[in-house]
């Protein structure tokens, strides 16, 4: 499953469809499938540089609900 998440988000951030990374990574969340950081971060930043705060941050408390295993940064622009 980590493989197919980890070629999965990156293509859907380059594709521009934030819709289904962002529903990949609640599957991530959900399942408690062990990605790498940086991919989801990077789903993160592209949520944030195409205007969708909210979701941005849903995928931060969902990192961080029950412990939390990711630290991910919420970057205000692609630039930080």
Do not use: H, W
């Not at 289904?20 to 990605?35: G, P, Q, S, Y």
């Not at 789903?43 to 849903?58: I, P, T």
């Amino acid at each position: 499953m980590k493989v197919v998440y980890s070629s999965l988000l990156p293509a859907m951030c380059k594709a521009g469809d934030l819709e289904f990374a962002l529903e990949l990574c609640k599957d991530i969340f959900t399942k408690r499938i062990l990605v790498d950081e940086a991919i989801v971060q990077e789903v993160v930043d592209a949520l944030v540089k195409g205007s969708k705060q909210k979701e941005a941050e849903e995928i931060v408390e969902l990192a961080n609900k029950d412990g939390g295993y990711f630290q991910f940064k919420l970057r205000l622009s692609s630039k930080e």
